[in-house]
């Protein structure tokens, strides 16, 4: 294959991916360009190949599907990688090699271009299937990329790159990597977010199948194609989300003294002891300590009819704050209470309306101070009970999954959250 065309790739993907596919549309323009070593593609869709490298590695369609998704891949794992270096490069591609070559098999003929450009044996040998790792020190890591059973252990994509950073001597050659590895910046958050999409459905489906043998690459996988953010923030937003939710499940902090022979927080009497030149000999440091409301919360179910697909992450939210809730409602036009281990097996009942009326009225009839009301927005309340409310002073945690609105009606009672924030910060 010495020449390809806009049409070449065009009919290739949507053959492959189907015409409704947003990956299959991506490449807007193909070029011939000498100067890029191998190939690379852009936010606008501007495709570069080197003929060279085409001509002489480029054999069939399935090594075309297998540089062309490569390159439309490439983004999305970029902006996984905080700090790019040449190791942790190799340990991205490798892990896209071993996605295409197993989850979109029979469009890259196994990895076929993988299988011609690299070696069977030595760095290069991960960055491919069917390679011989017969007492190679890559020959565990390359069992997680291309399994043949089930692994107990599950690696995720930043222990790949640790590991393999321990691995590869320094002495070790860098093997050519297929593609462009600059930043990947100009590439929106819309676009990644639709990589990100049909790659993770389509790694869900094949899931299905695999018996458990793909739970390292599939985890691999969804941890970057979830987070298109930086390590480092994702890190700072899981821990702001949490805090967030804990300072209102939770509680209260309160202070507790503990004996130590290292100053970590010392009390004023020890600080008065050391600025007079006296050593304490053990300080009495003081320690925060997670106090729980005796209280308890009440939560507020939206069941109007499009709660199922959101539930999963409902429940696992409400689980992991199980101790500190107090009594469970379910709500769309009225409101009747469900026991918790009902709402776990996803039990709902619903008439199918909704109204936040009901939820004020049971809030004040009951004598609750704080509540989490979890809705798709939908709804309104009349002003009388939102005036109850206030001259209550009842603190609300609102929580909207769906296609909801902007929960308005619901904000002056406290903080507006979203699921898909709780789910993908903090429910881990």
């Not at 697909?309 to 409602?329: D, E, K, M």
């Amino acid at each position: 294959m010495h020449l390809i065309t806009l049409e070449t790739v065009r009919q290739m993907m949507k053959r492959e991916l189907g015409a409704d596919s947003f990956v299959a549309g991506i490449v807007a323009s193909v070029k011939a360009d000498p100067k890029i070593p191998t190939a690379c593609i852009n936010a606008t869709g501007t495709m570069k190949y080197n003929p060279d490298f085409v001509s002489e590695h480029v054999k069939t369609e399935q090594d075309l599907f297998c540089l062309v998704f490569h390159e439309i891949l490439h983004p999305a794992f970029g902006h996984f990688v905080h700090k790019r270096d040449e190791i942790s490069n190799i340990a991205c591609d490798a892990i896209i090699n071993a996605l295409i070559s197993q989850f979109y098999g029979q469009s890259s003929g196994g990895g076929s271009l993988f299988e011609r450009f690299y070696n069977v044996q030595g760095l290069e040998s991960i960055l491919r299937p069917n390679s011989k790792h017969r007492n190679s020190r890559y020959s565990y890591l390359y069992q997680h990329l291309y399994p043949k059973w089930t692994h107990h252990d599950v690696l995720s994509a930043g222990e790949v790159i640790q590991t393999l950073k321990m691995l590869v001597p320094q002495s070790a050659g860098r093997p050519k990597l297929i593609g462009s590895h600059g930043a990947a910046n100009h590439w929106n958050s819309e676009q990644l977010q639709d990589i990100a999409q049909e790659i993770g459905t389509r790694v869900q489906e094949h899931s299905g199948c695999s018996g458990g043998m793909f739970d390292s690459l599939r985890k691999m996988i969804v941890e970057i194609m979830k987070t298109k953010r930086s390590i480092r923030q994702e890190l700072l937003l899981n821990y702001s989300t949490r805090k967030r939710l804990d300072a209102f499940f939770c509680t209260e902090r309160e202070m507790r003294r503990t004996t130590s022979p290292f100053p970590i927080n010392p009390c004023r009497r020890d600080m008065v002891l050391l600025s007079a030149d006296i050593w304490p000999g053990f300080f009495r440091n003081r320690q925060p300590e997670i106090k729980n409301s005796r209280e308890g919360i009440a939560i507020f179910l939206d069941v109007s009819g499009s709660v199922n697909q959101s539930l999963p992450g409902i429940v696992g939210l409400l689980a992991r704050y199980r101790r500190n809730i107090r009594s469970v409602y379910q709500f769309s036009n009225a409101v009747s209470e469900i026991t918790m281990d009902a709402l776990l097996r996803g039990y709902v009942e619903t008439t199918y309306g909704t109204d936040f009326n009901c939820i004020a009225k049971t809030i004040l009839t009951e004598e609750f101070t704080r509540a989490v009301i979890i809705t798709d927005g939908y709804a309104t309340m009349s002003e009388t009970n939102q005036s109850a409310l206030h001259e209550a002073g009842i603190q609300l945690l609102t929580i909207l999954f769906g296609n909801h609105n902007n929960g308005d009606v619901l904000r002056p009672f406290g903080e507006v959250m979203n699921l898909n924030e709780i789910t993908e910060g903090a429910i881990k």
